[in-house]
């Protein structure tokens, strides 16, 4: 199973908290540990609406803090909503390429109807609970 991760409001615990500089919303942010303990025996492709210039800062923090990082990422470059973002990145960069089901993780509900377009299965991390296993996919 390839597994589409969602960034903010789905790996990222603490989105709600807003700061500037937002390279200080990097440096404060944490991740869900149980999230990334049952993605990380797939292949994750991490798509955010994110801007692409906090590419790297974001992934050397996903990395420092987790001891983990996707196999593959991909960040806003268009200056798009993100379900037109994430969307666009799915058709340039991954739909040609992957062999395999894919799952979306996605916390956008208008993103979570654009994969749905695609008949790919998503679901989305509701509040602080926490899964013990990820959901069958088809």
Request: charged letters at 25%; a positive charge; proline letters at 6%.
């Amino acid at each position: 199973m390839i597994i589409l991760l969602d960034l903010n409001y789905t790996l990222v615990a603490n989105s709600k908290e807003k700061r500037q500089p937002f390279i200080s919303q990097i440096d404060n942010e944490t991740y869900r540990p149980w999230l990334i303990k049952l993605v990380k025996k797939h292949h994750v492709i991490l798509i955010t609406a994110r801007p692409a210039r906090y590419k790297e800062a974001t992934l050397e923090s996903i990395l420092k803090k987790t001891g983990w990082q996707p196999q593959e990422s991909y960040f806003n470059s268009y200056g798009l909503a993100p379900p037109e973002a994430k969307e666009t990145i799915l058709n340039q960069h991954i739909l040609h390429k992957q062999q395999g089901v894919l799952l979306a993780i996605e916390s956008n509900p208008r993103t979570r109807a654009m994969y749905n377009k695609y008949g790919i299965h998503s679901i989305y991390v509701k509040g602080d609970e926490e899964w013990k296993t990820l959901p069958k996919t088809k």
